[in-house]
C-alpha cells in the first residue's frame, strides 16, 4: 500500500500547490474551495493507506522489489454475484424524487415505504435463496 500512499500523497502537494495559484490568478471562490477540498480528501486518503501500510507486519508482494507473482495468488474475497436488488432501490429512488418534484407526497411517502424494502432485500440477500451463506 506505500505505492498508493506516494501516489495519492503526491496529488495531494499537487493540489495544495495549484489551490492559491489558481485563487491568485482568477479570485474565483467556487474553483478554489473545490481544491481546497481534493487537497483534503487526498490527504485523508492517503494518511489511511499510509497508516495501513505502516500496521502491516509482512508486505504485500506488490510493496516488494523481489516479489513474485504466484505470491499474491489465492483468494481475494467474497464477491457478490448478480443481484437485482439495486434496480429496485434506483427505480424507488426515482419514485421518492418523482413524488417531491411534481409535489405529490402521496407518491413519495409510497417511494419511501418501497425502499426501506428494497433497502433490507438488498441488505439480507446473502442469507436465504440460491447465494445464502
Known amino acids: 500500500m506505500k505505492a498508493e500512499a506516494w501516489t495519492f500523497g503526491a496529488m495531494t502537494i499537487f493540489?495544495?500547490?495549484?489551490?492559491?495559484?489558481?485563487?491568485?490568478?482568477?479570485?474565483?471562490?467556487?474553483?478554489f474551495l473545490a481544491l481546497v477540498m481534493t487537497a483534503l480528501l487526498s490527504l485523508i486518503v492517503t494518511l489511511y493507506l499510509g497508516l495501513h501500510a505502516?500496521?502491516?507486519?509482512?508486505?504485500?508482494?506488490?510493496d516488494r522489489a523481489d516479489g513474485e507473482i504466484a505470491e499474491g495468488a489465492g483468494e481475494l474475497g467474497f464477491f457478490p454475484?448478480?443481484?437485482?436488488?439495486?434496480?429496485?432501490?434506483?427505480?424507488?429512488?426515482a419514485?421518492?424524487?418523482?413524488?417531491?418534484?411534481?409535489?405529490?407526497?402521496?407518491?413519495?411517502?409510497?417511494?419511501a415505504g418501497l425502499g426501506f424494502v428494497s433497502a433490507a432485500g438488498w441488505v439480507f440477500e446473502f442469507y436465504r435463496g440460491d447465494h445464502a451463506h
Not at 493540489?15 to 474553483?31: D, K, L, M, Q
Not at 505502516?54 to 506488490?62: D, F, I, Q, S, V
Not at 454475484?81 to 429512488?93: E, I
Open 15 to 31: 493540489v495544495v500547490i495549484v489551490a492559491p495559484i489558481y485563487w491568485f490568478s482568477s479570485h474565483e471562490i467556487t474553483g
Open 95 to 111: 419514485t421518492v424524487v418523482f413524488g417531491m418534484a411534481v409535489h405529490v407526497w402521496v407518491v413519495a411517502i409510497i417511494g
Open 54 to 62: 505502516a500496521r502491516m507486519k509482512t508486505p504485500r508482494p506488490e
Open 81 to 93: 454475484p448478480y443481484s437485482w436488488w439495486p434496480l429496485w432501490a434506483g427505480l424507488t429512488l
